[in-house]
């Protein structure tokens, strides 16, 4: 491999032409490496491969993912090429990810985070709630993403939820433990205001939640949120390491993704000379009451045209004629049925749950009934009417305005009876002057 200096000194002897042999002789290189670098465009400084390069299948690929995505994280795009074919280690590929990866000169400046240590937490004791924002979902609306993470082993499940309000809270945390198969003793928050007040006591309606469930609630210091850093870092791994990659259509393709990735990926991530898994199969974790706690959970919800409510992936039906209404679909958790209610109140119908994402349409007997009479009503072969045409009063319609203005006695004229005389406007002006 030649530096700077002597390929510019071969060029420029080759440029007053000498032979590759007399540079050979002069430089005390062989012929072969002269010819290299002259006439083949080698370059000084780079060595050749002395095998096959593997990664040059995938370099294209990788480069315009890169493109994409300048902070693709180099986890995400080795399990993308893996798939492709890839065989080489995951730290060869990272060195060839470091020598494609553009600069991202708007995130280049942004300051780092303040120091941090580890703080020990004893198996079983612990587990930390967050919720995380992901945006660029496919059918529109921001995921809300509710991750539990065991403060001793870093296991960590996640649920979506439509919104982050306390309903939605403790239907994510009740899906999180009872994946996670249990509860630690004590749940650790930040200062969410489905949790605390402003001063950061505990809701009174939210401590009947942490009672049910036979645990203690611990709240972060203020503007000390790092205290649980153990979610916060999971906030950022899901974000990067699942979310930006994620192929997913609908909110039960993302759950079922997000349980993919933390049973496969996040299990197994190192922890000593185990894994995540094996670490967290020595905590201890308390058993959970049979069902959740029975809070209310709402969903505003447009009637589609064939009269039927979309929930969670199903459909449910509505009596026929409120097309295009909002009404509001509700249930408690624990109870197998979800009721349909009016912006007034007025329940509408009730219909046994589905699981979500099912894709069922569910439909009352007496709703189908009622559809299909108003569907057979509505029915018709007639052509419909055009929109300009001229289409006065009819004889019936003057007969009416006739009884009317005889009824009201206004003594008003018909119009065709009026008759403007335009010569009395002079006499009328002369005399106003």
């Known amino acids: 491999m030649l530096i700077q200096e002597e390929d510019v000194e071969i060029h420029a002897l080759r440029k007053r032409g000498w032979s590759y042999s007399a540079i050979a002789r002069h430089t005390g290189l062989s012929r072969n490496t002269v010819k290299a670098y002259v006439r083949d465009g080698r370059r000084p400084g780079e060595r050749r491969r002395a095998v096959e390069d593997r990664f040059q299948p995938y370099q294209a690929y990788v480069a315009e993912r890169l493109r994409e995505d300048p902070h693709v994280w180099a986890s995400a795009?080795?399990?993308?090429?893996?798939?492709?074919?890839?065989?080489?280690s995951y730290v060869t590929f990272t060195r060839e990810v470091r020598r494609l990866r553009p600069r991202c000169e708007a995130c280049a400046g942004r300051r780092g985070h303040g120091p941090t240590i580890e703080i020990a937490h004893e198996p079983g004791e612990e587990i930390q709630w967050d919720w995380v924002e992901l945006a660029g979902a496919p059918w529109g609306d921001e995921v809300h993403l509710l991750n539990g993470t065991l403060s001793h082993s870093g296991k960590t499940r996640g649920v979506i939820a439509e919104c982050e309000d306390q309903a939605h809270l403790v239907e994510a945390i009740d899906g999180v433990l009872r994946r996670l198969g249990g509860t630690p003793k004590r749940w650790r928050f930040d200062r969410m205001a489905t949790v605390v007040d402003r001063q950061g006591k505990l809701l009174p309606n939210f401590a009947a939640v942490a009672k049910h469930y036979g645990v203690a609630v611990?709240?972060?210091?203020?503007?000390?949120?790092?205290?649980?850093?153990?979610?916060?870092?999971?906030?950022?791994?899901?974000?990067?390491?699942?979310?930006?990659?994620?192929?997913?259509?609908?909110?039960?393709?993302?759950?079922?993704?997000?349980?993919?990735?933390?049973?496969?990926?996040?299990?197994?991530?190192?922890?000593?000379?185990?894994?995540?898994?094996?670490?967290?199969?020595?905590?201890?974790?308390?058993?959970?009451?049979?069902?959740?706690?029975?809070?209310m959970i709402e969903l505003e919800r447009t009637v589609g045209p064939?009269?039927?409510?979309?929930?969670?992936?199903?459909?449910?039906?509505?009596?026929?004629?409120?097309?295009?209404?909002?009404?509001w679909a509700r249930w408690a958790l624990g109870?197998?049925?979800?009721?349909?209610?009016?912006?007034?109140?007025?329940?509408?119908?009730?219909?046994?749950?589905?699981?979500?994402?099912?894709?069922?349409?569910?439909?009352l007997p007496e709703h189908r009934q009622a559809l299909e009479k108003a569907v057979l009503t509505a029915?018709?072969?007639?052509?419909?009417?055009?929109?300009?045409?001229?289409?006065?009063?009819?004889?019936?319609?003057?007969?009416?305005?006739?009884?009317?203005?005889?009824?009201?006695?206004?003594?008003?004229?018909?119009?065709?009876?009026?008759?403007?005389?335009?010569?009395?406007?002079?006499?009328?002006?002369?005399?106003?002057?």
Not at 77 to 88: N, S, T
Not at 235 to 249: C, I, L, N
Not at 270 to 286: C, K, N, W
Not at 385 to 393: A, G, I, L
């Open 77 to 88: 795009l080795y399990d993308e090429v893996k798939a492709l074919g890839y065989e080489q």
């Open 379 to 433: 029915f018709t072969t007639r052509q419909p009417c055009r929109r300009k045409e001229n289409r006065p009063p009819g004889p019936v319609a003057k007969a009416i305005a006739a009884q009317i203005r005889s009824i009201r006695g206004t003594g008003l004229v018909e119009v065709a009876d009026v008759v403007v005389d335009l010569e009395r406007y002079p006499a009328l002006a002369r005399a106003a002057g």
């Open 306 to 327: 064939s009269s039927l409510v979309s929930v969670r992936g199903n459909r449910y039906s509505v009596v026929p004629g409120l097309e295009g209404a909002k009404v």
């Open 218 to 295: 611990d709240i972060c210091p203020s503007r000390r949120a790092k205290r649980k850093g153990a979610v916060e870092k999971q906030q950022d791994y899901s974000a990067q390491r699942w979310w930006r990659t994620a192929e997913v259509a609908m909110p039960h393709d993302a759950q079922a993704s997000n349980d993919r990735f933390c049973e496969r990926t996040g299990d197994l991530r190192p922890r000593g000379e185990g894994t995540v898994a094996d670490l967290a199969e020595s905590e201890p974790l308390l058993p959970l009451p049979d069902t959740a706690y029975p809070a």
């Open 335 to 363: 109870e197998p049925d979800v009721r349909r209610y009016t912006a007034a109140g007025l329940l509408l119908a009730q219909h046994r749950r589905v699981p979500d994402g099912a894709g069922q349409v569910v439909r």
